[in-house]
């Protein structure tokens, strides 16, 4: 089978790209690479670095395929609240092209790597797939508005699809070149901002009276070959004309302290932190039920907390 892996140059489009390889598939990428590396592209697949916003360019990726994975998309909160004519082009316009070029080309197999961003600060903990969807910020609302495409083209067209909605994401994947990891710019993650956590410029932990057992926020973690081993899955378990959400996670989630115990037993030290207040809008508790993946895709994670740091803190 091949594969179109859109934003393949991306932290986790890469890591994909690398594990399809290794399984077997054939694979082409697209990426413009705006914020991801061409150099992170393995060299066994065929790379054409454009955006999905061509659609010449989609054209000429999808030829031969039959399946898509797509990563593409402009991921940062905070940027997304300035800027958010830049994730609707992206995110909500760009997909619709690439489902108007896979419906040119006979492409009818999708994976959509979705957010639970896309519920907003719900009320509910565990998060399950009918939990109400209201996104706070232009990233979250631009891939829920995917998602709608998506269902109406599987409704409309067929289209076999699965939209997979997770939220932190962390680790990395060791390969015969090195280290496929993060390399955001600014970095917003928990786990690389521990790493590098330093006396004159601690870690925050933005609240220690949090109504949680050690009293700090509570967040879902994955680690990302476990993300892409569901990907995989959903990818082998498509139903022509329907379109499944699907959670994804750790299944219970870490608190920003159980985050900084396990960096510190990886590093051997203590890491400098300092605890701030709270801040605003942020949740206590924001965790994924993930009953759905096991019971659809037979998937669950198998990679704990302190893979996820070690992984982490190797491809430094």
Known sequence: MKILVTGGAGYIGSTAVSILLDRGFDVNVIDDCSTGYAASVD?????????????????????GCDAV??????????????????????????????????RRNGVEKLVFSST?????????????????????????????????????????????????????????????????AEKHNPETHLIPNLLRSTPESPMKIFGTDWPTP????????????????????????????????????????????????????VLGRSIPAIATDRRAGDPAVLVADISKARAVLGWQPERSLQSMVSDAWESF
Request: hydrophobic share 40%; net charge negative; aromatic share 10%.
């Open 43 to 63: 060299s066994r697949a065929t790379f054409f670095q454009k955006s999905i916003l061509e659609p010449a360019a989609l054209d000429y990726a999808l030829q």
């Open 69 to 102: 994975m797509h990563f593409a998309a402009k991921s940062l909160v905070g940027e997304s609240v300035v800027k958010p004519e830049i994730y609707w082009e992206t995110n909500a316009y760009g997909s619709r092209l690439l489902l108007n070029a896979m």
């Open 214 to 265: 050690d009293g700090t926020c509570i967040r879902d973690y994955i680690h990302v070959v476990d993300l892409i081993e569901a990907h995989i899955k959903a990818l082998e378990n498509l139903t022509p004309g329907r379109h499944e959400i699907i959670n994804l996670g750790s299944g219970g989630g870490y608190s920003v302290k159980e985050v900084l115990a396990a960096a510190e037993k």
């Open 116 to 180: 639970a961003a896309t519920y907003g600060d719900s009320k509910e903990n565990p998060i399950t797939e009918n939990s109400a969807t209201s996104p706070t910020n232009p990233y979250g609302a631009s891939k829920l508005a995917v998602d709608y495409m998506i269902s109406a083209q599987s409704t409309a067209y067929g289209l076999s699809a699965a939209s997979l909605r997770y939220f932190n994401v962390a680790g990395a994947l060791k390969t015969e070149n090195g280290w496929l």
